[in-house]
T-cell receptor, first 112, second 108 residues
Framework: DTEVTQTPKHLVMGMTNKKSLKCEQHMGHRAMYWYKQKAKKPPELMFVYSYEKLSINESVPSRFSPECPNSSLLNLHLHALQPEDSALYLCASSQGAGQPQHFGDGTRLSIL | GIQVEQSPPDLILQEGANSTLRCNFS?????LQWFHQNPWGQLINLFYIPSGTKQNGRLSATTVATERYSLLYISSSQTTDSGVYFC??????????FGKGTRLSVIA
């Protein structure tokens, strides 16, 4: 699935840095998602946006801050991350709740 | 919440062999998807199949919603089929819940 574009592909950051992950889709989908995937584990849902409003936050620590500036764009702002936050971060979109989700290629994040 | 169990957890095949992967779920579902995650981490959408049977080339899938299971068939496997196959379901208001996956290795 390459219709969902994530940047950057790789990110290395220190624990005191602030960075952002970006996700973009042009399929007219109205729901967008952030997932976190640790090695040899399935993806775990972090946030759901529906019609640009945050509808689900799966008890994610506040050092992760999502933002949906418009229906095509989803950001994940990172601040004061911990080494255990190192993972593959996947973005997905769907036409609506319960509809098939399409995933981006992910951002591989390493925290030093 | 809904439980999703996949079997087998690991599978090694000789190139050209066929295989069946299974996904059991504990409650009724609105949506079921099969994904292939390649060794580079890309999660590829294989099927959206809340019920019935679909085919796409060497792959096919069947979901029997009343019995709460889905099967993914891979025929004439190739080395490029290697990776992890995930089943994921959406039930009620609970967004996509993934099974733990089946790790497939196809050997030439």
């Amino acid at each position: 699935d390459t219709e969902v574009t994530q940047t950057p592909k790789h990110l290395v950051m220190g624990m005191t840095n602030k960075k952002s992950l970006k996700c973009e889709q042009h399929m007219g989908h109205r729901a967008m998602y952030w997932y976190k995937q640790k090695a040899k584990k399935p993806p775990e849902l972090m946030f759901v946006y529906s019609y640009e409003k945050l509808s689900i936050n799966e008890s994610v620590p506040s050092r992760f801050s999502p933002e949906c500036p418009n229906s095509s764009l989803l950001n994940l702002h990172l601040h004061a991350l911990q080494p255990e936050d190192s993972a593959l971060y996947l973005c997905a979109s769907s036409q609506g709740a319960g509809q098939p989700q399409h995933f981006g290629d992910g951002t591989r994040l390493s925290i030093l | 919440g809904i439980q999703v169990e996949q079997s087998p957890p690991d599978l090694i095949l000789q190139e050209g062999a066929n295989s069946t992967l299974r996904c059991n779920f504990s409650d009724s579902v609105n949506n079921l998807q099969w994904f292939h995650q390649n060794p580079w981490g890309q999660l590829i959408n294989l099927f959206y199949i809340p019920s019935g049977t679909k085919q796409n080339g060497r792959l096919s899938a069947t979901t029997v919603a009343t019995e709460r299971y889905s099967l993914l068939y891979i025929s004439s496997s190739q080395t490029t089929d290697s990776g992890v196959y995930f089943c994921a379901v959406w039930s009620g208001n609970t967004p996509l819940v993934f099974g733990k996956g089946t790790r497939l290795s196809v050997i030439a």
